[in-house]
């Protein structure tokens, strides 16, 4: 997992260049059209460390998209836009053990709950770190 300063996304598909969008390497067998972007709260990072004592960065929570100030749970059955592309919150994220392997940390526990939300890719286009996130009205 890398940072960028801005993706893009593909309506229907994904993340441009993503290994869930591509098919290829390690990815759930579980691929549905609700999981093309998945959003994760900054605040869990903070959570997870206050909580649990465990110091998480925002690529270890395996998510395409990390977010500040947004209730990403209010955001299930809603439409929203960020940067150019439209999104529609299709449920919550849970996760899997798989992260464990991964970061070596213990944190399953500590995600469960407030792992993030799936989302599908109604309109595609650019993101960028800061764009804001507006639910449709």
Sequence with gaps: ??????????????????????????????????????LFESETLQAIERDYGIAL???????????????????????????EALLEGVMLSVPCRHIEQITGKEIFNAMLHRSGLMARIVRGGRIRIGDPIQPER
Aim: net charge positive; glycine share 12%; hydrophobic share 35%.
């Design 1 to 38: 997992m890398r940072n960028f300063a801005e993706l893009e996304l593909e309506a229907g598909v994904g993340v441009v260049g993503d290994r869930y969008a591509k098919r290829i390497g390690f990815y759930s067998d579980r691929h549905h059209d609700g999981r093309q972007v998945t």
């Design 57 to 83: 960065a925002a690529t270890d929570h395996r998510r395409n998209i990390t977010t500040e100030g947004v209730p990403l749970n209010h955001l299930v059955g809603r439409r929203f836009t960020v940067g």
